[in-house]
């Protein structure tokens, strides 16, 4: 009797055993297809978390350019989207290099302190210049644009090199090369080298009056000139006093997106989609000569 009644019981304990396991086998089924789940949600971005080279979590990362959309044509706003050989570029960059991106109009003097920060945005692209000064602070790409300033004035002035602009009344875009340049032709403190936020109000004021000349990126000058015929202006390139200059996407100080994006930028100018781009904006080859050999 006492043997029978403890196999019943022990009837009992198997039964409870084998249904606690099958409950558990339920529910590791049920956790192995979740993960399964959230692991696909991560496999249609398997080739941007291998070049991230940061693991699942990485797949999702979206690299923040800053910019100052405000230098047509190289960027520009359009209703609410940036457009510009700039940012065709950089989506032909990112699209070599498998990383997701945005880039947002934040303003020049906006990207500059947040670019050095490094916290919301982790690049600035806004055909930023490459110079010594700014190496200080930034690090930079290479070289993906060749570049050098103008004289923007009206029909008629006398103003033929950047000499004459000595005693003029000169109006550049703040902490630029073209203020930099303007700088030391005029001299520190001339009052007037006036200054502004944008070439936009810079090129306005030229409009107005109240400036003999605009200097300036030499595509800005051409694009500005082009879209405003009835204004009468003339552009002039200077090349002894406005050498060459090289754009570069800004980075913060050890930025690890140099050694990612730089293999990648190379091969768009290899392969034949920069020129393609370069074509698009501005309606001729582009001479890679000098960019080549600047990287």
């Not at 339920?26 to 971005?45: E, F, L, Q």
């Not at 879209?227 to 050498?243: A, E, Q, R, S």
Request: proline residues 2%.
């Amino acid at each position: 009797m006492k043997t029978g009644k403890g196999m019943k019981g022990g009837n009992k304990w198997i039964v409870s055993a084998l249904i606690a396991i099958l409950v558990l086998a339920i529910a590791g089924c049920g956790s192995d297809n979740a993960n399964n789940a959230s692991s696909g949600s991560n496999t249609g971005n398997a080739n941007t978390a291998e070049n991230t080279g940061s693991g699942g979590n990485a797949a999702e990362e979206v690299i923040k350019f800053a910019s100052d959309a405000s230098y047509a044509p190289m960027e520009y706003m359009d209703k609410d989207t940036i457009k510009g050989f700039d940012i065709d570029f950089i989506a032909a960059v990112m699209e070599e290099a498998g990383m997701k991106y945005e880039v947002v109009n934040t303003g020049w003097d906006t990207m500059l302190t947040s670019v050095e920060q490094g916290t919301e945005y982790q690049a600035g692209l806004s055909a930023v210049s490459i110079t010594d000064k700014r190496k200080l602070t930034y690090d930079f790409s290479v070289p993906y644009f060749e570049s050098t300033n103008m004289i923007l004035v009206k029909e008629g002035s006398d103003i033929k090199s950047a000499l004459d602009l000595k005693d003029k009344t000169v109006a550049v875009q703040t902490a630029t090369t073209a203020d930099e340049l303007m700088t030391k032709i005029m001299g520190v403190g001339n009052t007037k080298l006036k200054r502004y936020d944008s070439n936009t109000v810079a090129m306005m004021d030229l409009d107005s009056g109240g400036a003999d000349a605009v200097v300036a990126d030499i595509a800005i000058v051409k694009e500005y000139i082009k879209n405003n015929p009835k204004m009468k202006l003339v552009g002039i390139k200077d090349t002894p006093n406005f050498g060459s200059e090289y754009y570069g996407i800004l980075y913060p100080k050890g930025s690890e997106l140099k050694a990612k994006l730089d293999p990648a930028i190379q091969k768009v100018i290899e392969n034949g989609k920069y020129e393609e781009i370069y074509k698009k904006w501005f309606g001729e080859a582009p001479d890679l000569t000098n960019l080549k050999n600047a990287q």
